[in-house]
Structure formats: C-alpha cells, structure tokens
C-alpha cells in the first residue's frame, strides 16, 4: 500500500505569515494535486503536477513538486483567514488509477 | 449540471438498516469516484467508475458496501447493515478523464446510531 505523508498535522498562524506544508511519499508520483477543503463542503481542487521540479503559482499560493516527483510542498505568502481550511495532497503511482489522499494539515489563520 | 450533486445532504439511520447514497456528477464526466471521510480524516477511497469498464472495487471495505453507476451517469452507494464504524462523510467525485483533477460534491453525512 503506497501511503501518503503530510506535514505538519496542524497550524495555526496570524494573518500576514508566511507557510509551507508538506506532502510526501516513498514512491514515485506518476502526478499529484492539491487540494483545499472547508467545512461542510468537499474538497476543491488547487493544482496538478506532473513534471520532476515543476512549480506553479496561484496568486499567493506557490506548489512546488520534488525532482524525484516523491515529494511537494505548498507556499502561502501573507496568509488570509481566507486560507484556513484543510490542505489535503493527493498522488497517483499510475496513470489511470484512482489518487490516493494524504491525512491533510488544517491551517488556522488568525485575523 | 453546474457541479457534482450529492444526496441526501444528512442521513441519520439505525443500527442494522440498509442505506442509500446517491451522486449526480457532472455531465460529460466518464470517471466517477466514492470517496469516504472520517471526522477529521483523510479521504479513503472506496470505488472509481470509468466509462464503461469494471469499476475499481478494491476499497470497499467489507462486503456490506456495494456501488452501481447506471447509463454512465448516476452513481448509488448502499451500505447494507450498517455499523456505527460506517459513520462518515461520503463524498463523490468525477472528473472528465481518470488524470484529471477531481470535482467534489459537497457529500452526504451518514450517521449510525
């Protein structure tokens, strides 16, 4: 079973701070996306990557996915309440198979 | 539709009862998944639709789940003698092709008292 790790668990900022959150796994990603989710509602999809060493920006959001495409990390510039949710990263090992979630890490951002 | 359409949005049922989910993705999207989610949780994978091959079964967790996806659209999860460790949050999911991004519903909240 290939699993998925996330760090940290939990955080809790103020408003303005910079972050990062991890996401990794002993496997190679075939890709791997992030995803925010509030409560009450289903998760939405931020990014996809694919490539060893890609990084996209989302506004202040920037997703960088590992050389070896085993690990990602997500950046937030000035966090916003508006962040605070829960981070969860999903990979696929194949092309064609159903992704496989990480536990997530809930951010807390404080006005 | 605009998005993935969940239902009902609540269920609370007893101990022993069968129960009924059922997912409206989007139109046009041949891959559809179940996922389930535990208070303050992950997601697990349950079952993945795609077009008209065998669906992925290799989550379900005992053989008291089952899922049917009729004419490539609506999907129906029943949860036959449920425990109170099926209590979660089940949410559905499709997307265009199996390597897209995902589109959510917002998930039906079952809980087994």
């Known amino acids: 079973t290939q699993l998925l790790e996330q760090s940290p668990q939990f955080l809790s900022i103020q408003e303005g701070e910079n972050l990062t959150v991890y996401c990794n796994s002993s496997?190679?990603?075939?890709?791997l996306q992030w995803y925010r989710q509030e409560p009450g509602e289903g998760p939405v999809l931020l990014v996809t990557?694919?490539?060893?060493?890609e990084v996209k920006k989302l506004k202040r959001l920037t997703f960088q996915f590992g050389d070896a495409r085993k690990d990602s990390s997500l950046h937030i510039t000035a966090a916003q309440p508006g962040d605070t949710g829960l981070y969860l990263c999903?990979?696929?090992?194949?092309?064609?198979?159903?992704?496989?979630f990480g536990p997530g890490t809930r951010l807390s951002v404080l006005p | 539709g605009a998005g993935v359409s969940q239902s009902p949005s609540n269920k609370v049922t007893e101990k022993g009862k069968d129960v009924e989910l059922r997912c409206d993705p989007i139109?046009?999207?041949?891959?559809l998944y179940w996922y389930r989610q535990s208070l303050g949780q992950g997601l697990e994978f349950l079952i993945y639709?795609?077009?008209?091959?065998?669906?992925?079964k290799s989550g379900l967790p005992s053989d008291r789940f089952s899922a049917e996806r009729t004419g490539g659209s609506v999907s129906t999860l029943t949860i036959q003698r449920t425990q109170q460790e099926d209590s979660a949050v089940y949410l559905c999911?499709?997307?265009?092709?199996?390597?897209?991004?995902?589109?959510f519903g917002s998930g039906t909240r079952l809980t087994v008292v």
């Open positions: 999903a990979g696929e090992w194949n092309y064609g198979q159903n992704f496989v």
């Open positions: 999911a499709s997307s265009p092709r199996d390597i897209d991004g995902y589109t």
């Open positions: 139109s046009g999207h041949t891959a």
């Open positions: 639709f795609q077009g008209n091959s065998a669906p992925d």
């Open positions: 990557v694919v490539t060893g060493g």
């Open positions: 496997s190679v990603f075939s890709s």
